[in-house]
């Protein structure tokens, strides 16, 4: 069996793919190129990637091609990011990357270079009961990653692989170290890809208008200024630039709500104030990985954000795209725009856009 890994330059996508040599499959490596954009300082973030690939495919001893997918990531991916951005939401654009790019383009192009199945470094698990493949966790519970891949569908697990599901992130380490890999000890990326080191905001200002307003506490008074709503989460509390406010005492504020229409950033004081906690959320774009919905009303659990824990709720139908979901107890910092994801047990169901929240 052929098989093309999604090679990143990365430890985990290089011990995926000395895992697959080792159980004997024919494997070839491909380093997507999905942004071309340059920093202030000229560099491209897949230059010194793409050398790491080639270190380890080298120490291998496999075939390594690279694909230019900028153009479809820039369309299917960063477009809608600055438009969800604008409209006052917090997209995650890992994954859509994953359903567009990895998981389509990706696939698509591995599959007309002769490859059975693709492989990649995700901390995810795929089993198969009678005609059914499902996405489960991966094992190692601070590494799982199947949040990131709720959009995938039956056919992309048919074709996909996922080698490090089953371990964790040390044994990982340990196996690139035993086998004289490059990366073994290559720091782990964390954030956006295509922004890389640089500050949030700083990077958004480029292709998003500063527009300054007034930060208010929900009684209406004026405590402070902001470069313009679209640039602020629900929840967050680093960068509001909120100094002593008179009358108030010296505990940090958190957004809490925006008006887009009035340019309007609304903030409330303390980390548990009951105005970030709400009961249930509105999700649009509903996605089930089985291929078929759900019997509903269903009673299983979620996680409104990659880091959280899974939380008891239940879904209510609304039409084929949208569902209410209610939680058993209040979720803090619930965000417009991020996804929400189900999950019985080990089983990840899918997911969808978090449209909007209520009490």
């Not at 006052?88 to 383009?105: H, S, V, Y």
Request: net charge negative; charged share 20%.
């Amino acid at each position: 069996m052929k098989v093309i890994v999604g090679i990143s330059g990365g430890v985990d996508s290089a011990v995926t793919a000395l895992l697959l040599c080792e159980q004997g499959y024919e494997v070839q490596a491909l380093f997507m190129k999905n942004w071309n954009e340059q920093t202030e300082k000229g560099e491209c973030s897949w230059e010194a990637e793409v050398e790491d690939a080639m270190l380890v495919c080298e120490r291998l001893g496999i075939a390594l091609n690279t694909i230019d997918l900028s153009t479809e990531y820039w369309e299917s991916v960063f477009r809608l990011f600055l438009q969800d951005y604008s409209n006052g939401l917090t997209p995650n654009p890992d994954i859509l990357c994953n359903q567009e790019i990895k998981f389509r383009a990706f696939m698509d192009q591995a599959l007309n270079l002769g490859a059975d199945k693709i492989a990649t470094g995700h901390y995810a698990r795929i089993d198969q009961t009678q005609n059914q493949f499902r996405l489960l966790k991966g094992l190692d519970v601070n590494k799982d990653q199947s949040y990131f891949l709720c959009r995938l569908n039956q056919q992309q697990l048919s074709r996909s692989l996922f080698p490090v599901g089953s371990l964790n992130k040390s044994s990982v380490r340990q196996m690139a170290a035993m086998a004289g890999l490059p990366v073994h000890d290559k720091k782990d990326s964390t954030g956006i890809c295509f922004i890389g080191e640089r500050p949030f905001r700083e990077f958004l200002s480029q292709y998003l208008p500063v527009k300054k307003g007034p930060i208010m506490t929900i009684e209406g008074q004026t405590i402070g200024e902001h470069d313009g709503t679209c640039f602020y989460t629900i929840g967050q509390r680093q960068g509001l630039g909120i100094g002593g406010v008179k009358g108030t005492n010296e505990a940090p504020w958190y957004v809490v709500d925006k008006n887009m229409g009035a340019n309007v950033l609304y903030v409330v004081q303390g980390k548990d104030h009951p105005l970030l906690y709400r009961k249930g959320l509105i999700t649009k774009n509903l996605h089930w990985i089985a291929g078929t919905t759900p019997e509903i009303p269903l009673l299983c659990k979620a996680k409104t954000r990659y880091r959280q824990a899974d939380q008891v709720c239940s879904i209510q139908s609304i039409d084929n795209d949208s569902a209410l979901v209610q939680f058993e107890m209040p979720q803090k910092a619930i965000t417009p725009g991020q996804y929400v994801v189900f999950y019985q047990e080990q089983i990840c169901l899918g997911g969808g856009v978090i449209a909007s929240t209520f009490n």
